[in-house]
Antibody
């Protein structure tokens, strides 16, 4: 398992950008057997996978259709972390955001960050 | 997207008694590689989800053997043989056979 530590603001104004970072220990963001995801949880949407990045000789990303065009995930190999940016937020983006490691041998989320409650409000 | 439907949504259980949660997928979860990527997660109050079971029936490291998973195709079950106080929480099934990964709506296990 890896240990994931999230950081970032808990309050974002409407139309602005939500930014969160997930620091990894016990694994590498460049691991060939993992993918690194952001998942959010809200009463209205439940658990919703947002996107992932992974390295297989080069960097790849996949994004959920619900946020495509607004979301960017980036790795930082020097700091061994990855980040989430979600643009043009609305109150519907209010949720607890989690980063998670997906172990790609068995396609399961085996490590999770502690969660960050992000409120979108003016 | 594959829809994951769990029943029941709430399960009051007496301590020491068994509990069972069902999960049905809108399509078969058998991947083209022959594996079935169905996992179960537990979320205790105020905590992030925690992996219990992967690929239908494999217990993750450190998970007590009172938890077991079974099923095939579109129908899956999580069983707790004897519920303990620490098992209170919400349980989710999740599929990763088809992109994007999707989760069930959750089943709340509480003590009677």
């Amino acid at each position: 398992q890896a240990q994931l530590q999230q950081s970032g603001p808990g309050l974002v104004k409407p139309s602005q950008t939500l930014s969160l970072t997930c620091a990894i220990s016990g694994d590498s963001v460049s691991s060939n057997s993992a993918a690194w995801s952001w998942i959010r949880q809200s009463p209205s949407r439940g658990l919703e996978w947002l996107g992932r990045i992974y390295y297989r000789s080069k960097w790849y990303n996949n994004y959920a259709e619900s946020v495509k065009g607004r979301i960017t995930l980036n790795p930082d190999t020097s700091k061994n972390h990855f980040s989430l940016q979600l643009n043009s937020v609305t109150p519907e983006d209010t949720a607890v955001y989690y980063c998670a490691r997906e172990y790609t041998d068995s396609y399961c989320f085996d490590s999770w960050g502690q969660g960050t409650l992000v409120r979108v409000s003016s | 997207d594959i829809v994951m439907t769990q029943t029941p949504l709430s399960s009051p259980v007496t301590l020491g008694q068994p509990a069972s949660i069902s999960c049905r997928s809108s399509q078969s979860l058998v991947h083209s590689d022959g594996n079935t990527y169905l996992s179960w997660l537990q979320q205790r109050p105020g905590q992030p989800p925690r992996l219990l079971i992967y690929q239908i029936s494999n217990r993750f490291s450190g998970v007590p053997d009172r938890f077991s998973g079974s099923g095939a195709g579109t129908d899956f079950t999580l069983k707790i043989s004897r519920v303990e106080a620490e098992d209170v929480g919400v349980y989710y099934c999740m599929q990763a056979t088809q992109f994007p990964q999707t989760f069930g709506q959750g089943t709340k296990v509480e003590i009677k």
